[in-house]
């Protein structure tokens, strides 16, 4: 019988810090991560960088997989990952009204949801009892659909997944003259709850341009419906 190597044990003890900080707070069912044990809310933003760091492990047990056991690890963390975007993916979906409306609007109360019950994937605020417009979370789902996507995994299904996922890239294309909530949800500076433009909501929506632009969602399988495009901003 092989033996663990040293590298292996550690990834051992990264995956049981993983199960016990992130995957054991994942839903079975939506895929969403709940905020704490108890609030099952699920922010778009906290999500996607809570699975990054399970995304980052399975590419560390893929790199140095010598056993069976590490190759199952692998596709185990791979697949926590798709589960929680499509989570997200199917809650925003559920919106698709509000962001066509967004995109001839640009009106606070017309911007995708930044959080969503992690049970049902359903909204959990009102339009107007959050802060809602957070460019810099839909930039940050788009950016790191496009990594893992590039990474060999399979998020997208379908071309009305696609033509979701297009759409919320003109959703984030003028980031740069749309004021939002950022990051802290907190707007300007006064605390008033008034949007500002924000710096990292910009750089993040930039991000998100380049990694989309000519990105095929279906991989190695697509063709030229299934890639996304990025349009020079005209206005």
């Known amino acids: 019988m092989r033996s663990r190597s040293n590298s292996g044990a550690r990834l051992d003890y990264y995956q049981r810090l993983v199960h016990k900080t992130i995957l054991d707070h994942q839903n079975p069912v939506t895929g969403l991560i709940r905020s704490s044990t108890r ?41 926590s990952c798709v589960k929680l975007m499509r989570g997200l993916l199917m809650s925003m979906m559920k919106q698709k009204e509000k962001l066509e409306s967004f995109k001839e609007t640009q009106n606070k109360m017309d911007a995708l949801h930044a959080k969503y019950s992690s049970q049902t994937g359903a909204t959990v605020e009102t339009d107007s009892g959050w802060g809602h417009l957070q460019m810099d979370a839909t930039s940050l789902y788009l950016l790191t659909l496009a990594q893992m996507t590039a990474s060999g995994l399979q998020i997208i299904f379908n071309l009305d997944e696609v033509a979701f996922i297009q759409n919320l890239v003109f959703y984030i294309e003028s980031a740069y003259c749309i004021p939002d909530y950022g990051i802290w949800e ?28 000519e990105l095929d969602l279906f991989g190695g399988r697509g063709g030229p419906s299934s890639v996304i495009h990025v349009l020079a901003d005209e206005a």
């Not at 996607?48 to 692998?74: F, Q």
């Not at 008034?194 to 929506?205: F, K, V």
């Open 186 to 213: 907190r707007g300007d500076k006064t605390n008033h709850g008034l949007p500002e433009l924000n710096a990292s909501s910009i750089g993040m929506a930039k991000a998100a341009l380049e990694a989309m632009n």
């Open 39 to 79: 609030n099952d809310h699920a922010w778009v933003r906290d999500s996607v960088y809570s699975i990054m760091a399970v995304w980052a492990l399975s590419m560390a047990y893929k790199k140095n997989a010598d056993l069976d056991e590490d190759r199952a690890k692998t596709y185990e963390l791979e697949q």
